[in-house]
């Protein structure tokens, strides 16, 4: 996903924790911003940094299910965030033709060389506001994700 999108300047939310800083290396070499921030270390300071950006027009990506997960489970971050800067949220799924999982929580993959990568983009999702809007949003993100992580081709 990263490079399908490089040089795009989408805001990406990375973690503080260490790992996030070779993430953060790579992204801004392919012309990402980030914001660093992570629910143990920084969350209020990070989610503050993408309804700014938000707010400024930029398009932000987040990994919606955290750092620790569990996974393909919508956290309230992105949802808030999106819900008080007044824009859609839009769900995207990639899958790789061959690829190397890791053996971590969130199976992270590792696309091998010259696989084909599949990119699925869902309908965007408004979120209302209050507490019921976004207790609403929540469940619709996570079944649109679900949604297009299936349609998209393994």
Known sequence: MLYHHRHEEIVLLISRHRDGGYLASLAE???Y???RGSS?????????GVVRALQ????????PDGPRGPAERVKPGAVAAAQH???????I???ASRAWWLKSWDRFCIPKPFARIDVQYGDPIVVAA????LRAGLETVERALQAVTRGAPA
Do not use: C, H, Q, Y
């Open 93 to 95: 799924a990639a899958s």
């Open 130 to 133: 209050g507490k019921d809007g």
């Open 33 to 35: 911003r980030f914001v």
């Open 85 to 91: 800067a007044g824009v859609p949220i839009v769900p």
């Open 29 to 31: 070499r392919w012309g």
């Open 40 to 48: 143990k270390r920084g969350g209020e300071v990070g989610l503050l």
């Open 56 to 63: 400024g027009g930029a398009v932000v990506a987040i990994t």
